[in-house]
């Protein structure tokens, strides 16, 4: 829906709020004019049941707002004597035109001095859970959002496990678009699976102002733009539907390219405006090598800082051996083997080779080579090892998967470009050559209608030869560089896709401990409310944290003691 349809929408909405109120609001004594003046009319309601004024600003904030009707229905039959559950009931499966009824064919009467405390203890705890909701709602939408680490495309910086708190403030909170969706859940409803919102009516893109602008190697939380699961939301047809941006998978990588930079990959490295890029402290590049050691590889001839590194690690076997029939052979039989990928093969043993998979093979070869993922420092201490023949850094060949998937360009995940990335007021060239790159910024993140007549391309239905973009665009990566899937793969993240700024790591663990056990074992404590920028070591807040919890505790049950006494 477009402002304009809103607009009338909201007008709509004014005139059947007076039409169904107007007897309400003269029996309270007021004039029936005032329940037709939008705004005004809400100000006015809230000093007839009673409620304060500043009120009537959670009915305008998307999300919030559909917790806060029905409390202003129920309110309002009840100032008006209509208190039984079934009243309750009536006027929320109503969407608050029971109240109509009541203004035309009952005999209410207004109730100035009613009490606005609960009747009963379920009351009580009902009206206390909806407005911690509401304030919670508040908070996660437009101020810090909690998410977690799924993935170890960042891992050095941010971990498996991590527990981030997102800033919705830094770089502007969005106005979430998708208006009718359940509160302080992502696209899918916890336990059901089913989706959490109405894909219809949709709010135009809205953003608050925002304190920064995003910087070259800010980590940014954003919404995956490619992604296009319309079974998430109970599409089975098999076409590709976008979902409603801010219900995209949620996504946290490392912007290493900001809006107007021209980005270059090589060797892995990248260069912005032909300078080799300098990450901060905490960003520790990782590739894929393969280790050659002189016996077979176990736990006790592994080197242990890398055992070490990981509670739990997935080690590529030299992919030279995929082909071999006895390595397929031996996938079929091995119960403990995972394919990944046609190039191949994964064991689930952290720090060794599967020893089932070398005995199949009878390969002293396979046993004693593996691929595995380090930073540059890691790969200097392992060439030190006494058990160590080689390392040798993989180097990837030209891969179609790679944006923009053009073939002869014979780009890599390890070397492409230079790419430009689209500022907004920016107008590049649209030519047969350039258009791969831009296609999916005019067709899906600008909304233009797209077609390619021979040579011809038209853009809502002009020859065009040139385009001007909408917003600013972004270049996302992990820094682990050979197990990331980031815009090498999908190309360009759009602002209006961006979340927020991670400021803080609130918990950590070891998400892949086996039993719950080990998880309480395994706590991260040294980097528990922990800042997420900067550089330099992380600053840690935790001990000032925990003496507040300490502190609001005391309080807590001081207050209780009192009260009580």
Aim: proline share 5%; with cysteine; net charge positive.
């Amino acid at each position: 829906m477009t402002y304009t349809q809103w607009f009338i929408f909201f007008i709509a909405i004014q005139i059947i709020h007076f039409l169904g109120t107007w007897k309400l609001y003269v029996k309270a004594g007021r004039k029936a004019w005032e329940a037709a003046v939008p705004i005004y009319n809400g100000i006015v309601l809230m000093s007839i049941i009673n409620r304060p004024k500043w009120w009537i600003i959670l009915l305008f904030i998307p999300i919030v707002n559909l917790l806060m009707f029905p409390v202003i229905w129920i309110e309002t039959i009840r100032t008006f004597g209509f208190y039984k559950k079934l009243d309750s009931f009536l006027v929320i499966v109503t969407l608050g035109l029971y109240i109509v009824y009541i203004n035309y064919n009952t005999d209410a009467v207004y109730n100035a001095d009613r009490s606005l405390k609960p009747r009963s203890e379920l009351g009580e705890w009902v009206s206390s859970i909806t407005f911690a909701i509401i304030a919670a709602t508040l908070v996660h939408t437009y101020f810090m959002q909690p998410f977690t680490i799924p993935t170890s495309s960042l891992e050095k910086s941010l971990l498996v496990g991590d527990y981030l708190f997102v800033s919705k403030f830094h770089y502007g909170a969005r106005v979430p678009s998708t208006v009718i969706a359940a509160p302080m859940v992502h696209d899918s409803l916890p336990f059901t699976g089913t989706a959490s919102y109405l894909k219809k009516p949709q709010l135009p893109y809205t953003r608050l102002p925002g304190l920064q602008k995003i910087k070259n190697n800010d980590i940014v939380c954003f919404n995956w733009p490619t992604d296009s699961l319309a079974t998430m939301w109970g599409d089975n047809s098999g076409k590709y539907t976008y979902k409603p941006v801010d219900k995209r998978t949620n996504y946290v990588k490392r912007c290493v390219g900001i809006a107007g930079d021209s980005l270059e990959l090589k060797d892995g490295y990248v260069y912005i405006n032909g300078k080799k890029n300098e990450l901060p402290y905490r960003a520790k590049i990782q590739f894929y090598y393969t280790y050659e050691a002189k016996n077979q590889i176990d736990r006790n001839t592994f080197p242990k800082f890398l055992i070490d590194k990981e509670r739990t690690g997935v080690y590529k076997i030299s992919n030279e051996y995929w082909n071999d029939s006895r390595v397929q052979e031996a996938f079929k039989q091995a119960a403990n083997l995972t394919k990944i990928g046609s190039d191949s093969l994964y064991t689930e043993v952290a720090g060794q080779v599967s020893q089932d998979l070398a005995s199949r093979l009878k390969m002293q070869n396979v046993a004693n080579k593996i691929n595995i993922n380090l930073t540059n420092e890691e790969v200097e201490r392992l060439k030190k090892s006494p058990n160590t023949i080689s390392v040798t850094k993989i180097n990837h060949s030209a891969d179609n998967a790679i944006f923009p998937h053009v073939e002869k360009l014979g780009w890599s995940q390890d070397n492409f470009g230079p790419i430009y990335i689209p500022k907004k007021g920016a107008t590049v060239k649209i030519n047969a050559e350039t258009f791969p790159f831009y296609e999916q910024i005019i067709k899906n993140y600008e909304n233009n209608d797209l077609a390619i007549v021979g040579n011809d391309i038209f853009i809502n239905g002009e020859k065009a030869d040139s385009y001007t973009f909408k917003q600013d665009y972004y270049w996302l990566m992990g820094d682990n560089r050979h197990n990331s899937l980031d815009a090498r793969y999908w190309g360009y993240v759009p602002f209006d896709h961006v979340l927020g700024k991670p400021v803080m790591i609130w918990f950590s663990w070891d998400a892949d401990a086996p039993t719950f056990g080990e998880k309480i074992k395994s706590i991260r404590w040294d980097r528990m409310f922990t800042t997420v920028g900067g550089d330099g070591e992380p600053v840690s807040y935790r001990y000032i944290v925990f003496g507040l919890i300490a502190l609001y505790i005391g309080y807590s049950v001081y207050k209780g003691r009192k009260k009580k006494a």
